[in-house]
């Protein structure tokens, strides 16, 4: 993310809201919005989350009032959600653009996913049983890119033409947020 902000500074990134705790590097409010699961709970009985999901044992949801004002401004929202997310997201914007950003292998996926030591043995076989319903769903989106662990450029370099030829086409949908 912070390689494509270099690349594309005009995007607006929609920061998510997460009940998980934080990680080492993490900072709150931009790297997510940490809450407790009581703030989240009342984030989601007023409406003001966009893709509400329980993901590997916590709550996630994008708060909608920076999302709404960054699109009545005319800007490229960027999310970085998983499948459960990019779901609902298409629910509520069916005109938006979903990319799904692959591992080369399913193999290359749980080595990376054990080498970062940031999930319980627990945590790590839910995400690596999470994962085969997450790659089933690759049809469902409109670009891949594969992100190969060597070639972190090339993955970056590829988003961002994607986010010149959306922008560039004829008939480029407006983005509308419908209700839930």
């Known amino acids: 993310m912070r390689r494509l902000r ?3 500074p005009d995007l607006t990134y929609a920061v998510t809201a997460t ?3 934080r990680r080492q590097g993490e900072v709150s409010d931009k790297s997510y919005y940490f809450l407790t699961e009581e703030r989240y709970h009342d984030m989601l009985d007023r409406d003001e989350l966009l893709a509400p999901a329980k993901v590997h044992g916590f709550w996630y949801g994008a708060p909608l009032e920076p999302i709404e004002r960054a699109l009545k401004r005319g800007e490229d929202v960027l999310f970085k959600i998983d499948v459960q997310g990019a779901i609902q997201v298409r629910r509520r914007i069916p005109q938006a653009v979903f990319v799904f950003l692959a591992p080369p292998s399913r193999e290359d996926l749980i080595r990376r996913l ?3 030591h940031t999930e319980s043995p627990e945590e790590l076989k839910r995400r690596i049983h999470d994962a085969n319903f997450e790659m089933e769903q690759m049809p469902h989106y409109d670009y891949v890119i594969v992100n190969k662990a060597d070639d972190l450029g090339g993955a970056v370099g590829e988003l961002a033409c994607v986010i010149t030829a959306e922008r560039l086409r004829t008939l480029r949908q407006p983005i509308v ?3 839930r």
């Open 6 to 8: 270099r690349r594309l």
């Open 19 to 21: 009940t998980r705790p």
């Open 114 to 116: 054990t080498a970062r």
């Open 177 to 179: 947020l419908t209700s």
